[in-house]
């Protein structure tokens, strides 16, 4: 069965400390994994899609990367706007309807000034 | 990316009435959509997939005569919660798929700004 975990549940970070975001998976045929980032009340906003290991992205203070196992989201010197929900989801391959997600329960994430 | 937007943003009704929600892609022609719930504290689970001219495929344990799914355009489709429950309280999320080019390329899913229902 398909699985997305994502540690820790939640992180409380003061402004400017620097941490990561651990997103680990077990899918048949991986396709992508996606990370977004989800403000109460508001649908996911889309950050990164990754394909391949040793694929990297980066977005401002975001950088995103991928292993044959897990995915991890680093966030440096991060801001108290970057306070939010980080989900992974992953999309399989082989057997899966086309497109769908597999997502895990996220990262809560809480930066003080 | 693809923008999506969905109406009502929140909605309260009585128990026993039916609901309908909007989501609509608006830059973009998606033959798939897909919807989600997603309760207090938890990620999103997959209710559904809706299939522009076709009927939705709907997720174990999904009742598909209480969620009624229609994609009768390819910039509109409609979920219908029928006879609404305080139990089915919850964030509605829908998506749009983007991409899928020959030769295996993923699909990168695009969220419209959910809606709230509450059900007393």
């Known amino acids: 069965e398909d699985q997305v975990t994502q540690s820790p549940e939640a992180l409380r970070l003061q402004e400017g400390e620097s941490s990561s975001l651990n997103c680990s998976y077990t899918v048949s045929g991986l396709r992508g994994l996606f990370w977004y980032r989800q403000d109460p009340g508001k649908g996911p906003e889309f950050l990164f899609t990754?394909?391949?290991a040793g694929e990297e992205k980066e977005k401002e203070r975001l950088k995103a990367t991928l292993t044959k196992k897990e995915s991890f989201l680093h966030i440096t010197a991060p801001k108290p706007e970057d306070s939010a929900t980080y989900l992974c989801?992953?999309?399989?391959?082989?057997?899966?309807?086309?497109?769908?997600?597999?997502f895990g329960r996220g990262t809560q994430l809480t930066v003080w000034p | 990316g693809a923008v999506v937007s969905q109406h009502p943003s929140w909605v309260i009704c009585k128990s026993g009435t039916s609901v309908k929600i909007e989501c609509r892609s608006l830059?973009?022609?998606?033959?798939?959509m897909f919807w989600y719930r997603q309760f207090p504290k938890q990620s999103l689970m997959l209710m559904a997939t809706s299939n522009e001219g076709s009927k939705a495929t709907y997720e174990q344990g999904v009742e598909k005569d209480k969620f009624l799914i229609n994609h009768a355009s390819l910039t509109l489709s409609t979920l219908t919660v029928t006879s609404a429950h305080p139990e089915d309280s919850s964030f509605y999320i829908c998506?749009?798929?983007?991409?899928?080019?020959?030769?295996?390329?993923?699909?990168?899913?695009?969220f419209g700004p959910g809606t709230r229902l509450t059900v007393t």
């Open positions: 830059d973009f022609q998606a033959t798939t």
């Open positions: 989801a992953v999309q399989a391959g082989r057997g899966s309807t086309l497109g769908r997600l597999y």
């Open positions: 998506s749009v798929i983007l991409g899928g080019l020959a030769g295996g390329s993923s699909y990168e899913q695009y």
């Open positions: 990754l394909y391949s």
